[in-house]
């Protein structure tokens, strides 16, 4: 994980498996306009 930079949303969605949609929820809570966004991006819901 630590060395994925710019591949793609989908090879980062494949990357944290079913657990994607649950990061992209917290995501959301907690950095809403995706401040931090460097390396493993995941994008918040909405």
Request: proline share 4%.
């Amino acid at each position: 994980m630590n060395f994925i930079m710019e591949e793609g949303e989908e090879r980062i969605k494949a990357s944290y498996r079913d657990n994607y949609a649950r990061l992209a929820a917290i995501k959301s809570k907690y950095d809403p306009t995706n401040f931090f966004r460097i390396n493993q991006n995941i994008k918040p819901v909405g």
